[in-house]
């Protein structure tokens, strides 16, 4: 099974100054004087209150959708419709797709065998959803105090591992869900494989990729994957940006030595509206950068400058902004072509606590989220001044 990658939580996001502060705007509104002044009060301590600036949004649950004892382990807005993939305690897996006003429900059960499943979900148009799936089985010989410490990072899963040492290497990979993951030579890979599912839940296709990537290497495998129109799936991988295709099989895009030329550790890569790539990527003298990918001229771009180097983000995609980026206290939209970061939703002032992932936009003002410590998904709406 491949070992997902170390990762380090960034803790302590802040605006770490006025410049830094004003390559963002409060809800839409360009207000440098308003801006500096937050960058000030958050400094200081003192959190101004979004409510005279709007971007405060109200939560309601979404009924009908999640059976009793399920859990979300994707989330995403495609052709029109949310859709979920979700798994209960009996490790049974469901594909789920509603409207955002939360009618036409449809689930099908997906022929998924969910014990000790580690999964990358992907949706098109069509309702097709994908799949890379990662099981494996723990050896009985195995000593669990052997186990601790190692982290698998992006795939779907639960929990948040939060290790105490946050500038060890893995600060580029900090976005990433993570989960506690067996340690080197504890588990025997039971599958590792690419499958397709339509929208009734038939299997069309799976192939076993086990060959593709060592067992042996802690380094070795897909770190996330996405449907692109015009590509189909696209994986993050230790070699690189790649294309996968059912009979061809994989085909690197972009390589990983080219890759490596501007990032120490493993890179990321996150899905915006429109299949907008975005790469991120950690120097140690530099911190965590962001740069757009070009699938059709194979090459990452130059770091976007409207990130602050020193905050951990979330991000996710949808509608209306071309990425949204989470930085705990604010949801914030990304504008590619102006490079500055928009205020979108104040988490903190809107009473929405804990850390809100996954979550989705079906515009800047609509968004369906898992929230910690409520059951179900979540519908967050901009609240009426």
């Not at 030595?257 to 429109?274: C, P, Q, R």
């Amino acid at each position: 099974m491949n070992k997902r990658i170390n990762i380090k939580r960034v803790a302590g996001c802040f605006l770490t100054t006025v410049i830094m502060a004003t390559s963002i705007t409060g809800c839409g509104k360009n207000n440098k004087d308003k801006v500096e002044d937050a960058a000030v009060k958050e400094l200081s301590g003192e959190i101004p209150e979004a409510s005279k600036d709007g971007c405060i949004f109200k939560a309601e649950a979404v009924d009908g959708i999640l059976k009793d004892g399920e859990s979300v382990k994707y989330l995403d807005y495609v052709g029109g419709k949310i859709r979920v993939v979700a798994s209960n305690s009996e490790e049974k897996v469901r594909y789920i797709s509603f409207n955002e006003d939360g009618s036409d429900v449809q689930s099908v059960d997906i022929p998924i065998d969910g014990e000790n499943l580690f999964a990358y979900y992907a949706a098109d148009e069509e309702g097709n959803l994908y799949a890379h799936i990662d099981r494996f089985t723990i050896k009985d010989d195995v000593d669990p105090e052997e186990q601790e410490g190692v982290a698998h990072a992006g795939y779907e899963d639960d929990s948040f591992v939060e290790e105490e040492d946050p500038e060890a290497a893995g600060s580029a990979s900090m976005s990433a869900s993570v989960d506690e993951g067996p340690a080197s030579g504890s588990y025997e890979r039971l599958e590792y494989a690419v499958a397709k599912f339509d929208s009734t839940g038939k299997e069309v296709f799976k192939n076993d990729i086990s060959k593709e990537f060592s067992v042996d290497d802690m380094y070795s495998g897909i770190y996330s994957m996405h449907w692109i129109k015009g590509y189909g799936l696209v994986f993050n991988t230790s070699r690189g940006i790649e294309k996968y295709d059912e009979k061809a099989g994989f085909s690197v895009i972009i390589d990983i030595s080219e890759i490596n030329k501007f990032s120490d550790t493993v890179v990321m890569l996150f899905e915006g509206a429109g299949d907008k790539l975005i790469l991120q990527s950690y120097k140690d003298n530099v911190g965590s950068e962001y740069r757009p990918v070009d699938l059709e001229n194979k090459k990452v771009g130059e770091p976007y400058k409207g990130f602050d180097s020193e905050k951990f983000y979330t991000f996710s995609g949808g509608e209306g902004y071309d990425i949204y980026a989470n930085d705990e206290r604010v949801i914030y939209g990304f504008d590619s072509k102006e490079d500055k970061l928009v205020e979108v939703l104040d988490l903190k002032n809107s009473e929405i606590d804990g850390f809100v992932d996954p979550i989705v936009a079906v515009n800047d003002k609509e968004f369906f989220a898992i929230i910690p410590g409520i059951d179900g998904i979540m519908k967050l709406t901009e609240a009426e001044e």
